[in-house]
């Protein structure tokens, strides 16, 4: 056996891989990955852009730069998100 067969089984006879569950969790391994790389890099960005110093504990000025930024850089990835996924579906409608 190759090792997938019992693994992602969802059920189906024979040990067959049902390709619908399959697509569900890659879909759900991908938005996971996604999440992540976005937190990341949202931390990193928001880090380098308010912490001076680093030290025991952030100061209010750091708190409420964090704070903007992380919502900033939230807000800014929800509008390209949105604008990537309704340009999606408007080239998927041409086809």
Known sequence: MDG???DFSAGGAGGKVDAGALMEQ???QIAV??????LQK?????FKKCIG?????L?????KCIAMCMDRYM?????VSR???????RERARM
Do not use: H, I
């Open 4 to 6: 997938f067969g019992s």
């Open 53 to 57: 110093k680093p030290g025991s504990s």
């Open 83 to 89: 604008t990537y996924n309704s340009r999606l579906q």
């Open 26 to 28: 890659v879909k759900v």
């Open 59 to 63: 100061d209010n000025s750091e708190q």
């Open 33 to 38: 990955a996604n999440a992540q790389e976005l």
């Open 42 to 46: 949202m931390t990193d960005k928001c």
């Open 75 to 79: 807000d800014a990835w929800n509008t």
